[in-house]
């Protein structure tokens, strides 16, 4: 379930409230097992599931309107990632199950953005963002190699008409650079670690139309 709630205290100000519930998935497949032929009796394969917990969100915003042109917003959002402490999938053919922990911690992100009405038809957007990331130096591994980061993004708004928009988006995405030497090991499925130095970065690219019937 999601609930949110908006209270405007004057003409200027915009004050949101938002909860997203935790949501349970099941996901279910087909494991493939590619090896030499003297390994494969000891890789399990066949069908599968694994069950998912998507953490809770909170968020609290706020929207400044300083004059018809300019609109500023802040945000802040808590994520209960705690909810993801494992990695399970059951081989529902022979009842092995894979378990692998994960331990992600309750995480956060911050952020900041604006838009300017250049003019009738334009809109200039721009913001930045902090993520604290969820996931501690014993777990991290190159499936995903998560750490803090720091985006920068800027938009572009263009009415083509009064009822048909299109907006163009960038966003650049720097991950902080993590040197893990103490990667979980565990010995029961030996799985091994994953120690190293993490290092990465993204660019996102978006381009939305939007028309208005009224």
Do not use: C
Not at 19 to 45: C, M, N, W, Y
Not at 48 to 57: D, E, G, K
Not at 123 to 135: I, K
Not at 168 to 197: C, K, Q
Request: aromatic letters at 12%; proline letters at 5%.
């Amino acid at each position: 379930y999601s609930l949110g709630l908006l209270y405007k205290p004057t003409d200027m100000i915009s004050i949101g409230l938002d909860f997203r519930s935790e949501s349970k998935l099941k996901f279910s497949g087909i494991a493939d097992v590619s090896a030499p032929s003297a390994l494969l009796s000891l890789i399990p394969a066949g069908d599968i599931t694994a069950p998912v917990t998507l953490p809770y969100n909170a968020t609290i915003g706020l929207a400044l309107v300083p004059s018809k042109e300019l609109t500023v917003s802040a945000d802040f959002q808590y994520i209960g990632w705690s909810s993801y402490d494992k990695m399970e999938i059951t081989f529902t053919e022979t009842g092995y199950v894979s378990t692998s922990p994960r331990n992600y911690t309750d995480a956060w992100i911050a952020r900041l953005g604006a838009e300017y009405a250049l003019s009738k038809e334009f809109d200039l957007r721009g913001g930045l963002l902090y993520d604290n990331n969820p996931v501690e130096d014993e777990y991290v591994e190159p499936s995903l190699p998560d750490s803090d980061r720091l985006g920068l993004n800027i938009g572009l708004g263009y009415k083509i008409t009064s009822s048909l928009s299109i907006d163009l988006a960038y966003m650049f995405l720097r991950f902080s650079e993590r040197t893990i030497e103490n990667s979980h090991v565990d010995y029961t499925s030996g799985a091994a670690g994953f120690d190293g130095t993490y290092n990465s970065s993204a660019h996102l690219f978006g381009i939305n139309f939007s028309y208005l019937i009224n």
